[in-house]
């Protein structure tokens, strides 16, 4: 598989948030990708399966999947009935502005990625509440009356306050083996990747660190995430220095702290990925891009 670039990102979210209502009766392919914002996913109706960072989601209507910016995730979506869904796209400025310095609104999405499981499955009087909150935030965004922009400003943070609250409270829902498939070693790998981008992430390296045979763990790897070792670990480095660059970190001392060794060969595959500089980079993230997805998903 090729690395991501430019053309595996789709669609622009300019704005602080949006929700989509979908239904197809075709089931399109879309590939593994990521974006730079944070988004909800909640079926409504049909078959799909979602892919999350290497974890195998088995989606139930009103079931509710996090996927934090620059997760890498595909639906698989069955043909075999129309898929019916919403999902909420929302803009990290955004979220940050919403939020109280010590209650932040996207903190359920850093739960999801610390625990590496993205799923919310809320029982039958929470998933009338979510079909609340999501039926008004959608009024209100069509609407045009006075104040229904605020209005859909409230009810989006109403929502994630009600997402947060089911995640992190005490009486979290428990996972469900049935709603999802995972690799547990291939999982230790991930997040070892994640704490460690700086390191030495090499296929031997990893094979010795982690006991496996060389082979084993290359092609492993690959059945389970959809990517060889050597593009899962270079993207995720140029993610992170995306968002190093964008925080106003130098770009040569950003690539030095995602783990690339040579600046030309960083500066090579980030105008390959991001189709511009990272002086571009930034700039755009200073005027609220927050990146590309697909609305089908």
């Known amino acids: 598989m090729p690395e991501i670039n430019e053309a595996d990102k789709r669609g622009y979210l300019n704005e602080n948030f949006r929700l989509f209502h979908l239904k197809d009766s075709l089931a399109p392919r879309l590939e593994y990708h990521y974006h730079e914002f944070d988004k909800l996913i909640l079926p409504l109706g049909g078959k799909v399966t979602y892919v999350v960072e290497g974890v195998t989601y088995f989606l139930k209507p009103w079931d509710i999947l996090l996927v934090q910016h620059n997760l890498i995730h595909r639906p698989v979506m069955d043909a075999s009935q ?41 029982d039958a009087d929470r998933r009338l509440s979510y079909m609340e909150l999501f039926q008004r935030l959608e009024q209100a965004q069509r609407d045009v009356q006075f104040g229904s922009r605020r209005l859909a400003d ?21 996972r469900e083996e049935e709603s ?17 981008l700086p390191g030495d992430l090499s296929v031997d390296t990893l ?12 092609h492993r790897f690959k059945d389970v995430t959809g990517y060889t070792l050597h593009q899962y670990v270079n993207q995720k480095r140029l993610l992170r220095a995306g968002e190093l660059i964008r925080s106003g970190m130098p770009v040569m001392q950003a690539a030095g702290e995602a ?25 755009a993230g200073r005027k609220g891009y927050y990146g590309q997805a697909d609305i089908r998903e």
């Open 259 to 283: 783990g690339f060794r040579e600046y030309s060969t960083f500066l090579r595959a980030f105008r390959s990925t991001f189709h511009m500089s990272p002086r571009a980079f930034a700039a």
């Open 154 to 174: 409230t009810l989006c943070q109403q929502l994630l306050i009600a997402v947060n609250r089911d995640l992190l409270g005490r009486d979290a829902p428990c």
């Open 82 to 122: 129309p898929y019916e869904r919403m999902v909420l796209w929302l803009g990290r400025e955004w979220l940050r502005s919403r939020s109280d310095p010590e209650e932040p609104l996207d903190a359920c999405f850093d739960a999801t990625r610390e625990q590496g499981f993205h799923l919310l499955r809320p």
């Open 207 to 218: 094979a010795k660190t982690f006991f496996l045979s060389r082979y084993y763990l290359m």
């Open 180 to 196: 999802y498939r995972a690799d547990p070693k291939i999982e230790e790998i991930l997040r070892h990747i994640a704490a460690n």
